[in-house]
């Protein structure tokens, strides 16, 4: 009688992905090792091959795992939408213009 597989156990295999965050902490532990066996210690424990640690020193060196690239890509994402509402804005203005509706200003706000 076969047994059963547990139904946490896929029949393929996941690759797994680890965060730029992660992979700066694990360098930096690595690269601080200085226990004989250390880096030994450190692959066993995360579970990685000394060939993961050369191509992540590869990412890191050439600037791919910065702290910076997910800031960019939010600038350049905010950037967007910014463009997006100023010309949402600019036709809000347009059409307030050609139907002779006046705009509120800051100065002109209704406080009294």
Known sequence: M???????MSDQPRRRTFTAQTKLRVLAEIDGATDVG???????????????????RRQR????????TPAKRENARLGRRLEHAEAIIAIQKKVAALLGIPL???DS???S
């Open 2 to 8: 076969p047994i059963p597989a547990a139904a946490e």
């Open 38 to 56: 250390g880096i030994g210690a450190i692959l066993r424990r995360e579970g990685l091959y000394s060939s993961s640690l050369t191509d992540w």
């Open 61 to 68: 060196d050439s600037g791919a795992l910065g702290a910076l």
């Open 104 to 106: 509120a200003t800051p």
């Open 109 to 111: 706000d209704d406080r």
